[in-house]
């Protein structure tokens, strides 16, 4: 096994992912010691294999380029990530006391979890909420938003992309929302929703395509009616891998909803390589269909919509995909980074933490559980959510 300068194999964070939960047989088990790695932090010794790139082997090649002409692409999506708060209730927000004590600035909400997202090809986050200075035009609830300046949380910690589609997006109306797309793409950030589709392209050259839908408002009728011509336009411009969001479910439910599971369905029938969900602010279950994943719901990430949310828990998915020379995409499975909400387990401080190894366990244990509870209630489409929660990749290169 390689050991690359990033967060898979770091000390303060490597008990996060020891929890194997089936997986105790799994050969990189056999070769992790905890004793030899004590110092893993310290400043590594110039030309040892520490400092080498995620993505290079030891003879300096790229292990996503395979031997048979086929790529390794490697992506992580979370939950909901809200920054700044709403200036109708008070002029100082509590992201805004969070980040004049911080000394990191604007790279503290990320700055936990950035080095896992530097050890991928695509970061996808959804971004609930908007970057202006414009005023609120909504009634609901909340309205978020942040100074455009606020762009740095994404844009430093290597994050390339972002689902641009929920129900906070036009808080600050038209204006609003312009001005979160103008700052987006001048940040280098990529965004999906109803304006369009976006396009990546890896460093290695795949295009990936990505949609982002919301169901409310009777949307889903649109969305059955368009999502297999809207996958068909990305695939006719060369993307390789097409990931649809989706804004949908109820608030607080940690379960799909029945409107839910058909629409995920739908869409890999339509031609989708992945479906994530957002929207009810809580882990939900992951479905393996047709050999590929839906994940309904990956919680709040770094979400400054509340100071003590009822549950922090949360996690990183991430899959691999295997792009092959002749543009087949094939699954090379995935994996799961248990973290919490908050750095601080009495408060929400907007920093999403992976979870020691006690708290990992328990948080998969949690999802395993929630498992159980689709395939009950969907006993009648025969759903087949996933059983085990890898934390480590089946594979290494």
Not at 306 to 322: C, K
Request: aromatic residues 10%; contains cysteine.
């Amino acid at each position: 096994m390689i050991l690359k300068s990033g967060i898979f194999y770091r000390m303060k964070v490597l008990s996060a992912f020891l929890l194997l939960m089936g997986f105790s047989a799994h050969p990189l088990a056999e070769k992790l010691d905890l004793a030899e790695m004590s110092a893993a932090d310290e400043t590594p010794v110039a030309g040892t294999e520490e400092e080498r790139a995620w993505n290079l082997r030891e003879d300096g090649s790229d292990w996503r380029l395979q031997d048979d002409g086929s790529v390794i692409v490697t992506l992580s999506a979370t939950g909901d990530v809200t920054i700044g708060g709403d200036k109708r209730k008070r002029s100082r927000t509590i992201f805004d006391k969070q980040l004049s004590e911080e000394p990191l600035g604007l790279d503290f909400p990320l700055s936990n979890v950035k080095s896992i997202f530097e050890e991928d090809d695509l970061t996808l986050v959804n971004f609930e909420g908007t970057l202006t200075t414009s005023k609120s035009v909504t009634k609901n609830t909340y309205s978020f938003a942040a100074p455009p300046s606020y762009v740095q949380v994404l844009s430093g910690s290597s994050v390339e992309a972002v689902s641009l589609e929920n129900n906070h997006v036009m808080d600050h109306g038209e204006q609003g929302y312009k001005d979160t797309c103008e700052t987006l793409s001048g940040a280098g950030i990529l965004y999906c929703g109803h304006l369009g589709p976006s396009v990546y392209t890896t460093s290695t050259g795949v295009r990936i395509g990505m949609l982002a839908y919301q169901t409310f408002n009777g949307n889903y009728t649109k969305i059955y009616e368009n999502i297999a011509s809207d996958i068909q336009a990305l695939r006719e411009q060369d993307c390789s891998i097409v990931i649809v969001s989706y804004h949908w479910g109820e608030e607080k439910d940690y379960v799909p909803n029945e409107r839910q599971v058909p629409l995920g369905r739908a869409t890999i029938d339509a031609g989708a390589d992945l479906v994530i969900g957002h929207h009810s602010h809580r882990m939900n279950p992951i479905e393996e269909y047709k050999g590929k994943y839906i994940c309904y719901s990956l919680g709040n990430f770094s979400f400054a919509g509340n100071l003590r949310p009822g549950d922090m828990d949360t996690f990183i998915f991430q899959q691999r995909f295997r792009v092959t020379a002749e543009g087949a995409v094939e699954n090379e499975g995935f994996r799961i980074v248990p973290c919490s909400i908050s750095s601080n387990a009495k408060y929400n401080d907007f920093k999403p933490t992976p979870k020691d190894e006690e708290g990992s366990q328990a948080l998969v244990a949690r999802l395993i559980e929630l498992n159980a509870k689709l395939e009950k209630n969907y006993s009648s489409l025969g759903v087949q959510a996933v059983k085990q929660y890898p934390i480590f990749w089946a594979k290494e290169y």
